[in-house]
C-alpha cells in the first residue's frame, strides 16, 4: 500500500499529454518522489512539489503527437482566423475590446491599492514577531478601545512575560519648532521613542545609530528628509538643533524615510530618556504605543492568554488607589480593562481604534472595492458573451461549413476560446497603457506613491498574465459551446431557430447589467446625499468666517496683547485660544459623578475642555440654558458649562447651579451653563458628555471670527500683527470651514470613487446595449424597409425598438432597487445622524439609467429607422 | 544523428549514468545530480536530456522491475553504450588538452 495518494488531477493531466511509452517510468519516478517528500515536508508541499514536476514535464520531447492534427499548426490557424474575424467585424471588436480594456484597467488599479494596503509594515525586518497592544475598555457604560496602552506596560510585560525579546515604545508629540538658520520651522511627526524600539523595527540609518543611540535624554534622531530640511545632504551626526524653548537636542542619527506602507512616519524622535513622564507606573492612563518583540515561533494568542492575570497584580492595586474599587467589584459590575496584542501587520487594515498613530485603511473596504472590480470585469464579459452570441447567427454557417468539411466540436470550441483569448490579451495590452496612464491621478488621490505596479515592490505581473489567460477562456467559454453546438444541417438550410433561443439568456444579461448600474448609480447618490447632509446640518457652531491662528503658545504672556490689538480691528468680532477646536483631534475625557455620589461605579465619563470666555461666543455655540463664563467672576473658575448630552446623562432636571465633581476628587463643580449639543466627532459617533473648564493657559491655537469680506486682507492683517509679537515664529493659519470640509474628505473620496465606478459601469453596460441595439437593427433590417413601405413613421420605428429594450431596462428597476434600497441602507446604518434614501432619489436614479439607455438605443435605432427602404429591400 | 558534441549537462548526465549502474534510473540520477553536481533539476529535465542521449544513441534503455514504492510501475534503467563511453573520452582529452595549454600560459 501507498503511504500518500498522488493528487489525482496531476495524474490525469500527465496521462493526457504524456507519450505512452514513457508514462509507466515517468508516475515511477513521481510517485516515488512523492513519497520522499510526504516524509520530509507534508502532504501540501509534496503535493504542489508533484504538480510542479507534472507541469515541468510539458517538453516537447514528452508530448502525445496529436493524432488528427499536429497541435502546433492548429494553434497557428485558430490564431490567424481569430485576427481576422477581429478585422473583419472592426466595430463589434472595437466595442468588445475597449469595453474589456477600460474594466480590466479598472480592475488593475483596483488590484494595486488592494495589493499596496494588504502590503502594510512587511518591509520591516521582524514584521511578523512585531506585536501592538491593543487596551479596550468598558467603564460605567463608556467603552473605549484604544491603540494605546500604560507607561510601564513596557518594562513589567518584558519582565514577566518570556516570550517577550524586546519592548519599546513610541509616545506621539506635537509638533515642535526647530531652528533653521535664523528662524524656527515648524516640524511635524514627531514622537518620544525608547532607545529600544530600534532593537524592534531596525531602522536603516545613513548615518549615525550606533552604540548608545537615544541613550542620552536630550538626544534625537532624524529621518532623512527631515535631515535635509535642516542640513542639506551634509552629515548632521555629532551637531546639534535648537529647539524653541530652548533645549540643545543633540543629533545621533539619520534613518532612511519609511515607505509609505507604514502605520506611523515619524521624522524626529526624541530620546524616552528626556521624557519624565514616561517613567512613571501609573497603569491607568493609556497615552503610549506599546510594541513587543516576541521570540520566533511564539504564539502571540498563547501571550494574549496570560494577560489578564499579569494585569491584575499591577492594575489591581492602582484601580483601588484611585477609584476606592477592587478590581473583583470592578469587573463584577459589568466594567471590564483588557489589553491584548495584535500583530503590526494587522494594524493597518484590521485595527483602527481610537489614538492610532495615523489614519488607517479598513478591511471594509478592501473587500469594497474588490466586489466593485469584479463587477465591472463580470459586466464587461457579459458584454463579451452577449456580443458573441448576438452575432452567432453570422457565423452560424461558417460552424456548419467547418463542421461539413470534417472539423470537430472540440475544435471549434478551441478556435472559439483562442479568438476570445486574443481578445482578452489585446484588452489586457491596452489596460496596462491606461494603468500606467492613469497612475498619477491614482497617486494624488490615494495618496500613494506607486510607481511601477508590474515589476516593482507590488509585482503584480504574474497576476496580470494568469488573469488575462483566465479572462479570456471564461469570457469565451459560453459563446464557444454555444456555436459549436450548431447543427450543419440545420443552420446551412438557414434554419437559425437555435441561434434564436439564446435571446432569453441575453436578455437576462441586459436586465443583470443594468441592475448592477442601477445599484451603483443609487449608492453613489446616496453617498453624496449624505456627504450634503453632513456640510448642511446645523453643527451646533460655526465654521464660516472663522479664521485659526497656530501656535500661539510661542506667545508666551503676549497672548493677550495680541488679542486685544486684534479685537480693536474693527472687523474682528471676537478671539479664543484654546487647545480643542471641534474641527481638530487632540482629546481628552475624564470620568465625573454627581455630586452626591462617590466611587466609579455611577461615574459618566466626558470630554474635558479648557477654553477661555470667549470661547462660546467666538464659535457661535448657543447658550440653551444658564450662561456662559465671565472672566471678572472669581468664582468661574470652579464652574463649569455642559453641553446637552451631558445634562442628559446627569439626569438633573434643572442642572443650573447643580454640582458635579470629578471622580476620585472631593472638589464640587458648579454647572453655570447648558450649550447646545454640537458635533466635534464624525457623525458615525453619538455626541459624546462634554464639559467645559474656564482656564485661559490652555492654548495651543487663537480662533478669530470675523466680518471682513476679504480673507486675504485680513490674513495680512493677522500676520503682520502676529510678526510684531512674535518676530520669527512660523505664522500658520487655517480657515475653519475648510477644515470642516476636511474632516468630511472620507465620505468625500467615497463619493468620487463611486460615481468613477458607477459611470463606468453605465458606460460598460451602454457599449453593450449599443451593440445589441445595432444587431438588432441589422437583424431586423428588411422587417424596417417593409414597415417603412407600409407607412411607418420613423418615430415608430425607434420607438418599436426601443419597447423591448424598455421591458428589460424595467425589470432591472424591479430587481435593482430593493436591492439597492436594502444595501444603502445597511451603509447609512454606519452615521448616527443620517440623511434618508428618499423616493425621490430612486426614481431619478432610475430616470437616469433610462434616459442613457434610450440615448445609446435611438443613435442606432435612428440610422436604421432613417435608412432608405429601397436599399434594404433591393438584396433579395 | 546531432553528432558526438556534448553538452555540459548531457556530459554531467552521462557520467552520472555511468557511475550509477544499475540503479540509473530518472529520478536516482535527479537525485545524484544534486548530491554531486548541488543542481537542483526536474524529473522532466533529467528525461530530457537521457531521452536526447538516447536519440543520439550515447545510451541504451531497458525497463527494469517493479517495486512498491514506486506504485507498482517498472523502472527504465539506462546504460552507457560504447558511442556514449567514446563522446565521454573524446570530451575529456579536449578538456585536458585545453586545460594543459591553459596552464602553460597562465603560469
Redesign the interface.
Known amino acids: 500500500m501507498?503511504d500518500v495518494q498522488p493528487p489525482k488531477w496531476a495524474d490525469r493531466f500527465l496521462e493526457l499529454f504524456c507519450k505512452g511509452y514513457?508514462l509507466?517510468?515517468?508516475?515511477?519516478?513521481?510517485?516515488?518522489?512523492l513519497?520522499k517528500n510526504y516524509e520530509k515536508r507534508g502532504r501540501l508541499i509534496s503535493a504542489l512539489m508533484y504538480w510542479?514536476?507534472v507541469l515541468?514535464?510539458?517538453?516537447p520531447?514528452?508530448i502525445k503527437k496529436s493524432q488528427n492534427s499536429n497541435i502546433t499548426i492548429m494553434f497557428k490557424y485558430n490564431f490567424l482566423i481569430a485576427i481576422r474575424n477581429l478585422k473583419k467585424q472592426r466595430f463589434y471588436s472595437v466595442i468588445n475590446i475597449s469595453g474589456l480594456a477600460i474594466a480590466i484597467a479598472c480592475c488593475l488599479i483596483i488590484a494595486i491599492f488592494v495589493k499596496d494596503e494588504l502590503n502594510y509594515d512587511k518591509h520591516f525586518e521582524n514584521h511578523k514577531n512585531i506585536y501592538r497592544i491593543s487596551s479596550h475598555m468598558l467603564f460605567n457604560g463608556n467603552e473605549f478601545r484604544m491603540a494605546q496602552s500604560p507607561a510601564p506596560m513596557k518594562d513589567a510585560f518584558k519582565s514577566d512575560l518570556p516570550e517577550i525579546i524586546e519592548s519599546g515604545r513610541f509616545r506621539t508629540h506635537v509638533p515642535i519648532l526647530l531652528q533653521k538658520g535664523d528662524y524656527f520651522v515648524k516640524q511635524e511627526n514627531v514622537a518620544f521613542a525608547d532607545a529600544s524600539i530600534l532593537n524592534i523595527f531596525k531602522l536603516q540609518f545613513i548615518h549615525g545609530g550606533g552604540e548608545n543611540t537615544l541613550d542620552n535624554p536630550e538626544s534625537l534622531l532624524l529621518s532623512r528628509s527631515a535631515s535635509e530640511k535642516y542640513f542639506g545632504f551634509e552629515n548632521p551626526v555629532g551637531q546639534s538643533i535648537k529647539s524653541s524653548d530652548g533645549t540643545l537636542y543633540q543629533i545621533d542619527g539619520v534613518y532612511e524615510d519609511l515607505p509609505h506602507q507604514t502605520h506611523f512616519h515619524f521624522d524626529v524622535l526624541l530620546s524616552m530618556e528626556g521624557y519624565e513622564h514616561s517613567k512613571n507606573t501609573v497603569w491607568l492612563s493609556n497615552n503610549y504605543s506599546n510594541y513587543f518583540l516576541l521570540k520566533d515561533g511564539a504564539d502571540y494568542q498563547e501571550v494574549n492568554e496570560k494577560l489578564p492575570e499579569i494585569l491584575k497584580t499591577y492594575v489591581g492595586p492602582r484601580l483601588q488607589e484611585m477609584a476606592q474599587i477592587s478590581i473583583e467589584d470592578f469587573e463584577a459590575s459589568g466594567n471590564f480593562l483588557k489589553y491584548k496584542l495584535i500583530p503590526m501587520t494587522d494594524i493597518h487594515l484590521h485595527s483602527n481604534l481610537g489614538a492610532e498613530i495615523e489614519a488607517n485603511g479598513s478591511m471594509d473596504n478592501i473587500y469594497l472595492f474588490s466586489a466593485v472590480g469584479l463587477f465591472i470585469l463580470l459586466l464587461a464579459c457579459i458584454n463579451f458573451m452577449n456580443l458573441a452570441t448576438a452575432k452567432s447567427a453570422g457565423r452560424a454557417k461558417e460552424v456548419g461549413m467547418r463542421k461539413v468539411m470534417g472539423s470537430r466540436k472540440r475544435f471549434l470550441i478551441a478556435q472559439f476560446l483562442t479568438e476570445s483569448t486574443v481578445i482578452s490579451l489585446i484588452s489586457f495590452a491596452l489596460a496596462i497603457v491606461l494603468v500606467y496612464l492613469t497612475l498619477p491621478y491614482f497617486n494624488a488621490f490615494t495618496g500613494k506613491n506607486i510607481v511601477d505596479p508590474l515589476f516593482g515592490v507590488l509585482n503584480l505581473w504574474p497576476y496580470v498574465l494568469i488573469s488575462s489567460l483566465v479572462i479570456g477562456l471564461l469570457a469565451g467559454i459560453y459563446p464557444a459551446f454555444f456555436l459549436s453546438r450548431f447543427q450543419p444541417i440545420a443552420v446551412l438550410k438557414g434554419n437559425l431557430s437555435t441561434g434564436m433561443k439564446s435571446g432569453k439568456l441575453r436578455n437576462l444579461l441586459v436586465i443583470f447589467q443594468f441592475s448592477i448600474s442601477i445599484i451603483m448609480i443609487m449608492a453613489t447618490a446616496v453617498v453624496y446625499k449624505q456627504l450634503r447632509y453632513s456640510q448642511n446640518k446645523r453643527l451646533g457652531y460655526n465654521t464660516e468666517q472663522v479664521m485659526i491662528v497656530d501656535n500661539t503658545y510661542t506667545l508666551g504672556e503676549g497672548l493677550e496683547a495680541f488679542r486685544n490689538e486684534l479685537l480693536n480691528d474693527s472687523e474682528i468680532e471676537n478671539a479664543t485660544a484654546s487647545f480643542f477646536l471641534p474641527t481638530r483631534g487632540g482629546r481628552s475625557d475624564y470620568p465625573f459623578n454627581r455630586e452626591e455620589n462617590s466611587g466609579a461605579e455611577h461615574a459618566i465619563s466626558a470630554q474635558v475642555w479648557q477654553v477661555d470666555d470667549r470661547y462660546i461666543p467666538t464659535l457661535g455655540m448657543e447658550v440653551v440654558s444658564g450662561r456662559n463664563f465671565d472672566d471678572s467672576r472669581a468664582i468661574d473658575t470652579a464652574s463649569v458649562v455642559i453641553n446637552q448630552s451631558m445634562a442628559k446623562r446627569l439626569g438633573y432636571e434643572d442642572p443650573i447651579g447643580k454640582k458635579l465633581k470629578r471622580v476620585s476628587e472631593e472638589n464640587k463643580i458648579t454647572i453655570i451653563g447648558v450649550v447646545e449639543d454640537f458635533y466635534f466627532d464624525s457623525f458615525k459617533q453619538k455626541i459624546m458628555p462634554l464639559v467645559f473648564f474656564l482656564n485661559s493657559d490652555a492654548n495651543y491655537s487663537m480662533a478669530i471670527r470675523y466680518k471682513s469680506d476679504d480673507p486675504l486682507e485680513l490674513v495680512a492683517k493677522v500676520e503682520n500683527l502676529w510678526q510684531e509679537h512674535a518676530p520669527g515664529q512660523p505664522f500658520e493659519y487655517s480657515f475653519m470651514d475648510q477644515e470642516y470640509r476636511a474632516k468630511l474628505e472620507e465620505e468625500r473620496r467615497l463619493g468620487t470613487i463611486f460615481s468613477f465606478f458607477s459611470s463606468l459601469a453605465i458606460v460598460i453596460a451602454c457599449l453593450g446595449l449599443f451593440a445589441l441595439a445595432s444587431f438588432t437593427a441589422e437583424q431586423r433590417r428588411k422587417e424596417i424597409g417593409i414597415r417603412k413601405v407600409l407607412g411607418a413613421t420613423v418615430g415608430n420605428v425607434v420607438s418599436m425598438l426601443f419597447s423591448s429594450f424598455s421591458k428589460l431596462l424595467t425589470i432591472a428597476i424591479l430587481v435593482s432597487v430593493p436591492l439597492g434600497y436594502y444595501l444603502m441602507g445597511k451603509w447609512l446604518e454606519e452615521f448616527v445622524y443620517r440623511t434618508e434614501i428618499g423616493i425621490g432619489l430612486i426614481i431619478g436614479s432610475c430616470a437616469l439609467v433610462f434616459l442613457i439607455a434610450w440615448i445609446t438605443v435611438s443613435a442606432q435605432s435612428f440610422q436604421a429607422a432613417r435608412s432608405n427602404p429601397a436599399d434594404n429591400l433591393n438584396h433579395e | 544523428m546531432k553528432g558526438s558534441n556534448l553538452g555540459e549537462f548531457e556530459e554531467i548526465v552521462l557520467l552520472i549514468v555511468g557511475i550509477a549502474g544499475e540503479e540509473a534510473?530518472?529520478?536516482a540520477i535527479?537525485e545524484l545530480i544534486k548530491e554531486q553536481a548541488g543542481r537542483s533539476t526536474?524529473?522532466?529535465?533529467v528525461?530530457?536530456v537521457l531521452?536526447?542521449l538516447e536519440d543520439k544513441g550515447l545510451l541504451n534503455s531497458k525497463?527494469g522491475g517493479?517495486t512498491k514504492?514506486?506504485?507498482g510501475?517498472?523502472?527504465?534503467i539506462f546504460e552507457i553504450t560504447a558511442a556514449g563511453r567514446r563522446a565521454l573520452e573524446l570530451s575529456r582529452d579536449l578538456r585536458v588538452n585545453l586545460w594543459e595549454q591553459y596552464a602553460i600560459k597562465t603560469v
Do not use: P, V, W
Open positions: 501507498m514513457l509507466e517510468e515517468i508516475q515511477g519516478d513521481l510517485y516515488e518522489h513519497q510542479f514536476q515541468n514535464f510539458l517538453r520531447f514528452a | 534510473y530518472g529520478l535527479m526536474t524529473i522532466g529535465a528525461h530530457a531521452s536526447r525497463l517493479a514504492e514506486r506504485g510501475r517498472r523502472k527504465r
